[in-house]
């Protein structure tokens, strides 16, 4: 059975994605579509709008056959990782291609870039090492090392969308057998953009307009049933969870602080002092933001805090990964059938006492994810893949 | 000048309190009357129904002439210790008395008791091991141990009060110079009362008052300011702290829980479980409570969890322990600068970076008590001693 991949966060899931999906489908040929999606919490740093089980069920009725949840290990990191993560999962599933949005560049030769990324490693690093201190931002460094070594044209780092569409070649060509990749022009709302088009728009503009209450403008970009679910279903905001980070910070000790994965340079004293002095997360990171640490930087780090992540258990997952299955179709799980005995990592469809422990920081998120709201249901224990037929 | 200690938390401020701060200027002859009072959690592992700055300046307007804080290490303790912290201050200020309410036995010689304990610790202490685990209540064990050894007739350790006095009275009779004893006995409300008396209630009643909303019930048991204090400023309970307790015993790992001052015996699972199901801290406590541990027990072990206690902080303050002045009234303050020379322990009016290491377990725990409500105010920096005339 022929099968597209697609890696995705659905925070909330919109027209855009459901175009992504079909399109997905129609490019690759496939006879069956994978997103595999961050939990409870994004890439970003934040809590998803959403919770994973509502967002894989929306997935299911517009386009999708079968959602994978990518671990907290792989989702909240930056895009390399996220990445690696992500094709991984698609890789021990076989997958046959990947389909993934960019903002522009979908004439690039994704393929040939992967390949030599792969094979000048070493020269890349070195460039990067050499201006890593100057003073300019990731994407300006980045463009800074392929100008001087990449053979074939320019490349675009300053859109989010297209640097994941880079790490997702790069990673892919590691493979034995890389999957086929099928960039796909993204329809008129850019990543960035705050404005709600005709039938299209970003999902930080959706988001925002959940949280100002004004849900009949986003009417027309959002499929009917994720409408209603944003009507009906508890939806949080890093807000909701303020209250937990600010108590984390100022009841741990400046070395329990340094404990926690991505802590450096001194940086908890800055947090700690700026949250003694915040009564809003938004507050918290103005006054925590440095020209070092970028918002999103700041704010995986929150989240890293609030989850009280530590070093091993970003290791752990990466040495011991696994397929959780949040749903699927008819097809889906037809698929799931097909491969069951080759897959290259343990399938997880149920949370039981045996996998409690490898999935321990997925299953810690998800209850602190819970206490965003006292109607968001239990994620991990007792929870079954959704089927949708 | 002649000086009276009274040993208080003050939870909140009631016409008990009043009278037994002019009894003990009564009793002892005494012209100051020295409050040694709980900060913002309190012995029985509970925060403050109302801040300790309010509550300070509630009692110098009711007969107390100086307010030390009791710091969180000795306060948040059973009984010995945290009679220890008590009488320790005192002594540091040359106190020439000590006034303790008791609800039975003022006629015992606490003096002898003192002495006694003293002088014959290691057979109390081996009677105690020896029926350690025989699963009597501690309050029935002491009974036993002393009706075995003490001479002068029972001791009852039935009540909480009357076992605070014999605290009392063993550590004072420690020192040099100890101090004259004078029981109290308490007017009508016991320690355990839930009625409201003619004008006296105990503070448990009057706290069950203010939660549920019936203030005016209350009206003839506390002075009028205390009475439009409970009023208009914020007032809180466990219940306020409970999402904070709930998120810090889901966020932590066993070893990290383990790290947390007398987390013992496995408790710390039994405690993670509990919270995974409950919604209220009334319902954790149910949930968690054993025949080991009793009620206070374990409310006390919710505080040190919330607070982050380690056993080395509690060492510190009990190695190099400090008089943090909470306010004075015109008296309360010339006696100060009449003992300021030959005090025992460091004195403080002022909470700057320099006592800020010495004192860091109570500037957090007071940082920590303010977010139960947004209305609480800095607790720590920029705060002066009360004065009231």
Not at 38 to 65: C, M, Y
Not at 277 to 302: C, G, H, I, N, P
Request: with cysteine; hydrophobic share 35%; charged share 25%.
């Amino acid at each position: 059975m022929k099968s597209c991949g697609i890696i995705v966060e659905y925070n909330p899931f919109h027209n855009g994605h459901q175009y992504h999906a079909k399109m997905a489908r129609e490019l690759s040929e496939a006879q069956v579509v994978i997103a595999v999606m961050s939990g409870n919490f994004l890439q970003r740093g934040e809590p998803a709008i959403i919770d994973k089980w509502t967002r894989a069920k929306e997935a299911l009725s517009h386009g999708v056959d079968l959602v994978i949840e990518l671990p907290f290990a792989y989702a909240v990191q930056s895009a390399d990782y996220f990445a690696a993560g992500g094709i991984k999962l698609l890789q021990a599933l076989q997958c046959d291609a990947l389909c993934f949005g960019t903002d522009n560049q979908v004439e690039m030769n994704y393929e040939q870039f992967g390949s030599f990324v792969n094979e000048h490693q070493t020269e890349i690093n070195h460039a990067y090492q050499e201006i890593k201190n100057n003073g300019m931002s990731y994407p300006q460094q980045m463009t800074e090392v392929f100008r001087k070594l990449y053979p074939n044209g320019t490349l675009d780092f300053s859109s989010p969308n297209h640097i994941l569409g880079l790490s997702y070649a790069k990673e892919n060509a590691t493979y034995e057998k890389p999957m086929l990749l099928y960039p796909l022009k993204r329809e008129q709302a850019g990543y960035h953009d705050t404005k709600i088009y005709q039938q299209f728009a970003s999902a930080t503009a959706i988001r925002k307009a959940v949280f100002s209450g004004e849900l009949s403008q986003i009417k027309q970009v959002l499929p009917m049933r994720v409408m209603k679910d944003l009507e009906e279903s508890p939806t949080v905001s890093w807000e909701a969870y303020w209250p937990l980070l600010k108590y984390k910070l100022l009841s741990s000790s400046l070395p329990e602080l340094r404990e926690i994965y991505q802590m450096k340079e001194g940086i908890e004293y800055r947090l700690q002092e700026a949250a003694k002095v915040s009564d809003s997360f938004q507050q918290f990171m103005e006054k925590a933001k440095t020209k070092r640490y970028t918002w999103t930087r700041l704010q995986r780090l929150a989240t890293y805090i609030l989850v009280n992540v530590k070093q091993y258990e970003i290791e752990n997952v990466r040495q011991n990964s696994y397929i959780q299955v949040l749903g699927f179709t008819e097809q889906g799980q037809r698929f799931l059938k097909e491969k069951k005995k080759n897959l290259k990592l343990p399938l997880i469809t149920k949370i039981s006492k045996n996998v409690s422990t490898q999935l321990a920081l997925d299953i810690r998120s998800n209850q602190l994810y819970q206490l965003g709201s006292d109607r968001i249901l239990e994620q991990s224990f007792g929870r079954f893949p959704i089927r949708v037929s």
